[in-house]
């Protein structure tokens, strides 16, 4: 298996379960995607900031027993970021509350830049920087994503340049097709939204491609759609056709909806 260099920046939090699930996992749109990332099998890297907290150690620690490469993750003073969920009786889970911590004003060094160039994708998450990120590594030619869906202030939203974006639409297939059309409208070179129980679709200038869902028992969803994207990116770097990409997105997001968290991991009491 060929194993390419990617990296992903941006949030880390810890997901906090409300009761009856009880439990606290390590979670996050950027940690998610990089673990899933190490366990496909590919070398993973990881660039965000922790705080220097129980929990900022755990994350690491964490990062580092799935295989992902923390040469480039801050220790910063103050908390790592959190996020209060509670699951539904379907398995669906409800943000209650989040604090982004020392996550907030995280943004990559010169240095960290110089080595993402070096990479063969980075993906983006919760990034707070105006887009910065995205321009530098567009002008540099390196092959990058963003989830758009993660990012709620609109001067983190813009996709010109972007190889791939990812959107979220719900169960909402009109408002999925409206999606890939702005995004390419946009300058997003490849277009790809999930749309709940009715699949994924993807879109580029010159392909399109759909794929439903893998039935399984459904645990819990947290993390399906950054295993979504581990999963598409996987395929898409090593060059697979878009619908083999989101057939490969659509079968790693199904595995992780059948345990809690967005990738297996022993969970903590709150």
Not at 213 to 235: H, N, Y
Not at 237 to 252: F, T
Request: aromatic content about 6%; proline content about 4%.
């Amino acid at each position: 298996m060929v194993s390419f260099r990617f990296a992903a920046v941006g949030d880390n939090c810890i997901d906090r379960f409300r009761p009856p699930v009880g439990q606290s996992l390590i979670g996050g749109n950027a940690v998610n995607v990089v673990v899933q990332l190490a366990r496909l099998g590919q070398t993973a890297f990881y660039f965000g900031a922790v705080g220097d907290d129980a929990d900022g150690r755990r994350t690491l620690d964490l990062l580092a027993e799935n295989g992902v490469r923390i040469d480039h993750a801050e220790t910063r003073p103050g908390l790592t970021a959190y996020t209060d969920i509670e699951v539904l009786p379907s398995g669906e889970r409800v943000f209650i509350h989040e604090d982004f911590g020392v996550c907030a004003d995280y943004r990559p060094s010169p240095a960290d830049l110089d080595a993402l160039k070096t990479m063969d994708h980075v993906h983006i998450g919760w990034l707070n920087d105006g887009g910065a990120l995205r321009r530098a590594l567009v002008e540099a030619g390196v092959s990058v994503s963003q989830d758009i869906s993660v990012n709620a202030d609109r001067d983190n939203l813009g996709v010109e340049g972007l190889t791939v974006a990812f959107g979220s639409a719900g169960d909402d297939e009109a408002t999925a097709h409206a999606l890939l059309q702005r995004f390419l409208a946009d300058g997003t070179q490849t277009a790809v939204v999930t749309c709940g129980a009715h699949g994924s679709m993807a879109r580029s200038a010159d392909d399109r491609a759909a794929t439903g869902i893998r039935p399984v028992e459904v645990v819990e969803t947290t993390g399906a759609g950054d295993s979504f994207i581990a999963g598409f990116l996987k395929a898409f770097v090593a060059r697979a056709s878009l619908q083999a990409c989101l057939e490969a997105g659509r079968d790693h997001a199904a595995q992780a909806c059948m345990h809690v968290g967005g990738f297996p991991q022993q969970p903590r009491p709150l």
